[in-house]
């Protein structure tokens, strides 16, 4: 029902930026909750940034803050993470996810996101 593709990932040196996109394939993509985690090889997946239904509402992993940003535009069923200053330990397979709700709240919790995509590599050499 719902397909998620991630798209931007690639090399960068450290302090560079790379925008990630979530194509979002499905019926009402502005009732889903959306969220992008993160793992690194032998890390378990971890919750990187977080939006509600429109954007109203973000919140950010704490060692992502002031440095990455993220953002929907539900005309065209697409997430964005803007990733800048970025450094080494950043580098991991960047997953979206979906979450269904009736309400327009940021979600955090791995086991409540429904849909997830395949993922992209993002790597920052130092």
């Known amino acids: 029902q719902v397909q998620l593709v991630e798209s ?3 090399l960068v040196q450290a302090g ?4 990630l996109s979530c194509q979002f394939s499905g019926r009402t ?3 889903y909750v959306m969220g992008w985690f993160r793992q690194a090889p032998g890390k378990e997946r971890e919750f990187v940034a977080g939006i509600d239904w429109n954007g109203g509402s973000t ?3 704490d060692f992502v803050k002031g440095r990455f940003t993220i953002s929907r535009e539900n005309a065209k ?3 964005y993470l803007q990733m800048n200053s970025l450094k080494p330990e950043d580098t991991a ?6 979450a269904r709700s009736i309400r327009a ?6 086991s409540e996101f429904d849909y997830w995509g395949q993922g992209t590599q993002v790597t920052v050499s130092s």
């Open 16 to 19: 560079g930026s790379l925008r």
């Open 29 to 31: 993509f502005s009732s």
């Open 93 to 98: 397979v960047y997953y979206c996810a979906a």
């Open 77 to 79: 069923n697409t997430m």
């Open 105 to 110: 709240v940021v979600v955090r919790r791995k």
């Open 8 to 10: 931007g990932g690639g």
């Open 59 to 61: 919140y950010l992993a």
